[in-house]
């Protein structure tokens, strides 16, 4: 989503701006000192010099993930409480790609192994070492409840696991070999409904079909439907069953108890399903450095506030590219993440002047 390359040294007028941008960059490498609390009206806090990722709740608790603009090869997990916002660095070394969540008292996300390599963890929000629950992670994950999901892969065979966090019971939801005779496929996502597991199987060519399957949590075997002309369905967080976008025709639904997948969304890129949750969805719209986000609660839609600048923001660079970056559910608060970046870092392909921001919006 990054916009065409084009040099940095366009931002700056003089070497003595981009001394104090490095000055004020090293002042706030301590991800805590790089926090500014927000009057509500404005948000929840903003971080200098750092580009907040994915975010969950717990207990009371906003978890993230924040990258340095400088220290980019080291990826850290945040803990702060809501109530007192007092905050903690809970991990270092994340893959932001694969997300974060929460499910029984505990915090889940993943960490480099070695490499490329992934390793998924439970942490308990209230102390402790954290469990391993995979070493071989090759998907985003989900989590809801006490249930987290995951995929697994190797050279011969794709499988998805859900384990009840607070039982300690890990079980095999899917299992299969990767290819069959010249059909190959990888799995790209996992979700969790309230009912059961969601994925897909993305064809590795075209020619054949995906498939998007599901599996209740005590049924024998998972379902599965075709998904032609679509080598990477994309599938989003739902409560009710799997929920993905099919090129062609737009977004589906398939809730648990559903015999066969529905239309439910209009056709197009934009606006962009994120979530549904219950009644609510949470969508996606406006251009790639503008985005902005909208709760659709059946026909009412509650724009939601989205950020031009924050008192993190880096001053002297010009226009700002906005992105959502995550967002969760905390009761009827909606917490959103956004990563604010000079455009003309994003079309060097920097963070030079990044800020991250969390807003909240209460749901209707």
Known sequence: MLLAAAGLSTA??????????????????????????????????????????????????????????????????????LSTGQTKVVDHHLFQAFGIGSAAQSVIYAT??????????????????????????????????????????????????????????????????????????????????????????????QGYPSLIVRRRWRAKQPEVVSVPRDPQPDLARSSAGALYYQLGRGWMEWEFGQPRPTPTWPHGLRPWLLSREGRRDLVLDGPTCATTAALHTGNRVVAVRAPRSTPAS???????????????????????????????????????????????????
């Open 12 to 81: 700056c007028s003089s070497s003595s701006s981009k001394q104090r941008t490095s000055a004020e960059e090293r002042s706030h490498a301590d991800p805590i000192t790089a926090l500014v609390t927000l009057p509500k009206r404005e948000g929840i806090f903003a971080q200098r010099g750092w580009a907040i990722g994915p975010i969950t709740t717990a207990a009371g608790r906003l978890f993230w993930t924040a990258a340095a603009s400088d220290e980019a090869d080291d990826v850290m997990l945040l803990e702060r409480d």
């Open 112 to 205: 480099s192994r070695t490499g490329t390599q992934a390793q998924l963890k439970a942490r308990p929000i209230r102390g402790g070492a954290p469990t391993v629950l995979s070493h071989d992670l090759a998907a985003p994950f989900d989590a809801r409840g006490d249930l987290v999901a995951w995929a697994e892969a190797n050279a011969s065979t794709n499988r998805v696991l859900f384990r009840d966090i607070r039982k300690g019971r890990t079980s095999v939801a899917y299992i299969g070999p990767r290819c069959r005779q010249n059909r190959c496929y990888r799995i790209d996502r996992v979700t969790v409904a309230d009912d059961g597991v969601a994925f897909d199987l993305g064809a590795s060519r």
């Open 314 to 364: 880096a001053k002297g660079f010009g226009k700002l590219c906005r992105q959502l970056a995550g967002f969760a559910w905390s009761g009827n608060r909606l917490l959103l993440a956004w990563t604010l970046t000079p455009q003309i870092s994003v079309e060097g392909h920097t963070e030079v002047g990044v800020s991250g921001l969390v807003t909240s919006v209460r749901a209707p």
